[in-house]
């Protein structure tokens, strides 16, 4: 059974750091291409990151202009893990953020924002920043 479990969230003050894990069982990340996808309440799921893969390239990252420079995604390939490093936090970064894995290729930016192209989804966790 191909399971992703993400955890990591909490609540912190603006300006603060978390660190977003996911880890997967009955799914190699070394062989899939993961996202990290998030929704606010009363709005829709958007992107925030993607580490992709494909056989006949190297891995590219992704990252959505809100988070970029803030948000770092990495995968510990040992550890069948992917992170999401986010610094400098705001109240507007305050959502359920759900780990996404793609056992097909993604291999494009346009492909990697899209949820459809993902078919494991993790169970969500929240992160709230507030003062």
């Known amino acids: 059974q191909v399971q992703l479990v993400d955890s990591g969230g909490g609540l912190v003050q603006p300006g603060g750091s978390l660190r977003l894990s996911c880890v997967a069982s009955?799914?190699?990340?070394?062989?899939?291409?993961t996202g990290w996808f998030r929704q606010a309440p009363g709005k829709e799921r958007e992107f925030v990151s993607a580490?992709?893969?494909?056989?006949?390239?190297?891995?590219?990252?992704y990252y959505a202009n809100s988070v970029k420079d803030r948000f770092t995604i990495s995968r510990d390939n040992a550890k069948n893990t992917v992170y999401l490093q986010m610094n400098s936090l705001k109240p507007e970064d305050t959502a359920v953020y759900y780990c996404?894995?793609?056992?097909?290729?993604?291999?494009?930016?346009?492909?990697?924002?899209?949820?459809?192209?993902?078919?494991?989804w993790g169970q969500g966790t929240q992160v709230t920043v507030s003062s």
């Open positions: 996404a894995a793609s056992r097909t290729p993604v291999n494009s930016r346009l492909a990697a924002v899209r949820a459809e192209n993902y078919d494991v």
């Open positions: 009955g799914l190699t990340f070394s062989s899939a291409s």
């Open positions: 580490v992709t893969w494909t056989a006949w390239s190297s891995s590219n990252t």
